[in-house]
């Protein structure tokens, strides 16, 4: 199993332009989930998807959307760069059992600079 | 939603144990406590959960005191490759599942 994969891993781009950072996992995981770090913070949580068709906001989602239209594949937008959004953006999925445990596997992150 | 409060740096001497607390004075009865850790620039790592026992694997012991208001996290022969931010988080409870919220963690420094 090769886990969680992200791409790019690194890019820059400027003001105003779009992208689209690619997830996906071969764990058959129903929940997934987009979080960013910023350089010495912690995690905030984009938006995260507890199964195809299914997404919600997390804490931080203005400027970015997601789509989940299969199991395996879960991208993060961003339609228009803003300086703000410079940062590490990390993919996670996970089982989701409601009454259980919640275990995130975590990627390799995709670092994104606006200049 | 059940908040964490971990204190921001510890240091740990080679080959002894790391003793990481963590009071999560909010948490409901049945969110689950968990640890994670992220070395430099990686993706973060888990480490382990409970909800009321203490639990013990390959990596780490977890002691959860009896009024779950507290737990610590036991590295019990911390190696330099143990340096790294820990987070202790608790499931925060959603209609659709529970989502996991992040803190600020607690940077680890072992030294020799």
């Known amino acids: 199993n090769a886990g969680v994969t992200q791409t790019p891993k690194f890019r820059i781009l400027k003001i105003g332009q779009s992208m689209t950072l690619q997830c996906t996992q071969d764990?058959?995981?129903?929940?997934m989930y987009w979080y960013r770090q910023d350089p010495g913070m912690g995690l905030k949580l984009i938006y995260y998807?507890?199964?195809?068709?299914?997404?919600d906001k997390g804490e931080v989602p203005n400027g970015y959307n997601v789509s989940r239209s299969t199991t395996e594949d879960f991208p993060l937008r961003l339609e228009l760069a803003a300086p703000s959004q410079t940062s590490v953006y990390f993919c996670?999925?996970?089982?989701?059992?409601?009454?259980?445990?919640?275990?995130?596997?975590f990627g390799a992150g995709s670092r994104l600079t606006v200049l | 939603d059940a908040k964490t409060t971990q204190p921001p740096s510890m240091d740990c001497a080679e080959g002894r144990a790391a003793n990481l607390p963590c009071n999560h004075s909010?948490?409901?009865?049945?969110?689950?406590v968990y640890w994670y850790r992220q070395i430099h620039s990686q993706g973060p790592q888990y480490i382990i959960h409970?909800?009321?026992n203490n639990e013990t694997n390959e990596m780490a012991s977890l002691i959860i005191t009896e009024d779950r208001k507290s737990s610590t996290l036991i590295l019990p022969h911390a190696t330099l490759r143990d340096t790294a931010v820990y987070y202790c988080?608790?499931?925060?409870?959603?209609?659709?599942?529970?989502?996991?919220?992040f803190g600020q963690g607690t940077e680890l420094s072992v030294k020799p």
């Open positions: 909010t948490i409901s009865g049945n969110e689950y």
């Open positions: 996670a999925s996970s089982y989701g059992q409601e009454s259980g445990a919640n275990v995130l596997t």
């Open positions: 998807s507890v199964g195809a068709g299914i997404t």
């Open positions: 988080i608790v499931r925060v409870r959603h209609n659709q599942g529970g989502k996991l919220i």
């Open positions: 409970g909800l009321k």
């Open positions: 764990m058959n995981h129903n929940y």
